[in-house]
């Protein structure tokens, strides 16, 4: 199973509300700050909403 290491790069100032919104699910709040989600489609679609502020890494875990 996969995971993604994701940055949050730039400040949310001028970015629209739905695109903040979509920073705070992704456990987002200020700048540097970083957070582990799941590869998943619907994690996939809300950084690609907001990719323009974001530095996304990919982790893999070994099982076992």
Same mark, same amino acid.
């Given at each position: 199973? !996969?995971?993604?290491? +994701?940055?949050?790069? &730039? !400040?949310?100032? /001028?970015?629209? #509300?739905?695109?903040?919104?979509? =920073?705070? =699910? $992704? /456990?987002? &709040? &200020? *700048?540097?700050?970083? !957070? $582990?989600? *799941?590869?998943? *489609?619907?994690? #996939? /679609?809300? +950084? ?6 974001? !530095? ?7 099982? /076992?």
């Amino acid at each position: 199973m !996969s995971r993604l290491r +994701i940055t949050l790069r &730039r !400040s949310l100032i /001028g970015c629209s #509300r739905d695109q903040k919104d979509t =920073a705070h =699910a $992704l /456990g987002l &709040r &200020r *700048p540097r700050q970083t !957070s $582990l989600r *799941p590869d998943n *489609p619907a994690v #996939r /679609g809300m +950084i690609d909403k907001i990719d323009h502020v974001l !530095s996304v890494e990919q982790i893999d875990e070994d099982q /076992g």
